[in-house]
């Protein structure tokens, strides 16, 4: 029996989105080839010309370094590392799963509710940027978490994990399927809470290899790997674009990209990771699970790979988040759309 394809919701935008998710969308128009209705707020005509011919723009100071110290310090806080002893980076939790100890490897931080984390997403600047791309401000916020990735040796030293020749590769991928005839439009980002240094590593990703896909792609072979790109890197070089802690890098979903490993002597990369999508505020479901998962702090369900902190819930640890007018609506608290007597 045929699996029956999954409904698909209208997003509150005024331009046609349609998601069945809230991770991808389709669209009549792909995002690089959008033409502006809405005038730019963040962005420059430079900048977005650059975002839709490479995949990626960096907005400078989208929040402040002071924000941005404030999440890195939480985010050896909220791990029980001590930034001067690099000896207790390395010391290794009870894991739950061999997902769990990879995500310990690669430095993700389970924490997706703290105030903190909500005043970077209901910032007006990253909100407006993210308007910028998508032509519409009625948008969702992703909840995510945070990244802090110390030298990758020891306990976590990436040759602990078992490489693969096919499917998902941490140093370079796509986090769509890009065999399939529409392509998905999906938008990420990350905010730097450190500056780039090339011995720290961090995002990488192949703007050439975006610019040239639909070129590339139909001279691929049938079967070929959807997520990992099998590229003369030569031809198509890997880049990583010089942050500063406070940066937001957005970047199209249809980049390969992926994070160099940390070979520094004691420098840790940190970020976290925001994105803004189409709200889908007829998804009931989606909607109400949000709202659920912030107002009692429960690991967000949205992605597979979100396990919470296995030591000591968030629930545990504080209380839900303040949002502002802007918050609410991010989150599908509030809707989008204006009351009766606004209108």
Same mark, same amino acid.
């Given at each position: 029996?045929?699996?029956?394809?999954?409904?698909?919701?209208?997003?509150?935008?005024?331009?046609?989105?349609?998601?069945?998710?809230?991770?991808?969308?389709?669209?009549?128009?792909?995002?690089?080839?959008?033409?502006?209705?809405?005038?730019?707020?963040?962005?420059?005509?430079?900048?977005?010309?650059?975002?839709?011919?490479?995949?990626?723009?960096?907005?400078?100071?989208?929040?402040?370094?002071?924000?941005?110290? *404030? $999440?890195? &310090?939480?985010?050896? %806080?909220?791990? #029980?590392?001590?930034?001067?002893?690099?000896?207790?980076?390395?010391? @290794?939790?009870?894991?739950?799963?061999?997902?769990?100890?990879?995500?310990?490897?690669?430095?993700?931080?389970?924490?997706?509710?703290?105030?903190?984390?909500?005043?970077?997403?209901?910032?007006?600047?990253?909100?407006?940027?993210?308007?910028?791309?998508?032509?519409?401000?009625?948008?969702?916020?992703?909840?995510?978490?945070?990244?802090?990735?110390?030298?990758?040796?020891?306990?976590?030293?990436?040759?602990?994990?078992?490489?693969?020749?096919?499917?998902?590769?941490?140093?370079?991928?796509?986090?769509?399927?890009?065999?399939?005839?529409?392509?998905?439009?999906?938008?990420?980002?990350?905010? *730097? $809470?450190? &500056?780039?240094?090339? %011995?720290?590593? #961090?995002?990488?990703?192949?703007?050439?290899?975006?610019?040239?896909? @639909?070129?590339?792609?139909?001279?691929?072979?049938?079967?070929?790997?959807?997520?990992?790109?099998?590229?003369?890197?030569?031809?198509?070089?890997?880049?990583?674009?010089?942050?500063?802690?406070?940066?937001?890098?957005?970047?199209?979903?249809?980049?390969?990209?992926?994070?160099?490993?940390?070979?520094?002597?004691?420098?840790?990369?940190?970020?976290?990771?925001?994105?803004?999508?189409?709200?889908?505020?007829?998804?009931?479901?989606?909607?109400?699970?949000?709202?659920?998962?912030?107002?009692?702090?429960?690991?967000?369900?949205?992605?597979?790979?979100?396990?919470?902190?296995?030591?000591?819930?968030?629930?545990?640890?504080?209380?839900?988040?303040?949002?502002?007018?802007?918050?609410?609506?991010?989150?599908?608290?509030?809707?989008?759309?204006?009351?009766?007597?606004?209108?």
């Amino acid at each position: 029996m045929q699996t029956p394809a999954p409904y698909l919701h209208r997003a509150a935008t005024g331009r046609p989105y349609f998601s069945a998710d809230g991770e991808t969308y389709l669209a009549p128009t792909p995002l690089r080839d959008l033409e502006k209705t809405q005038p730019l707020r963040v962005l420059s005509e430079e900048d977005l010309a650059f975002w839709q011919t490479y995949g990626h723009v960096v907005v400078r100071e989208a929040i402040t370094p002071g924000e941005a110290k *404030a $999440l890195l &310090d939480f985010a050896w %806080e909220f791990q #029980g590392l001590d930034p001067g002893r690099p000896d207790t980076w390395y010391t @290794e939790p009870e894991f739950r799963s061999e997902l769990d100890r990879h995500l310990y490897i690669y430095g993700f931080v389970e924490a997706y509710h703290h105030q903190l984390l909500w005043n970077s997403r209901q910032n007006h600047r990253v909100h407006d940027a993210f308007t910028d791309v998508w032509d519409s401000e009625e948008l969702w916020v992703t909840l995510d978490r945070l990244n802090l990735n110390p030298p990758n040796r020891h306990t976590r030293s990436r040759s602990l994990i078992e490489p693969t020749d096919e499917g998902f590769d941490i140093e370079l991928h796509w986090d769509v399927d890009t065999t399939l005839a529409v392509l998905p439009q999906r938008v990420q980002g990350i905010i *730097a $809470l450190t &500056d780039t240094r090339p %011995e720290l590593g #961090g995002f990488q990703c192949a703007p050439e290899l975006f610019r040239r896909f @639909e070129e590339w792609r139909v001279a691929r072979p049938a079967g070929r790997d959807p997520v990992r790109p099998a590229i003369d890197r030569a031809e198509f070089p890997v880049v990583r674009p010089g942050l500063q802690a406070g940066d937001l890098l957005i970047f199209n979903g249809l980049l390969a990209h992926g994070v160099a490993p940390n070979v520094s002597d004691n420098a840790v990369r940190a970020v976290q990771y925001v994105s803004m999508m189409p709200a889908l505020e007829e998804h009931t479901t989606l909607r109400d699970s949000r709202v659920e998962s912030w107002r009692t702090l429960a690991t967000p369900d949205w992605n597979a790979t979100l396990l919470g902190d296995a030591r000591t819930p968030e629930a545990l640890r504080y209380g839900p988040a303040e949002l502002n007018g802007l918050g609410r609506k991010l989150l599908g608290l509030d809707s989008w759309a204006p009351a009766e007597g606004d209108r």
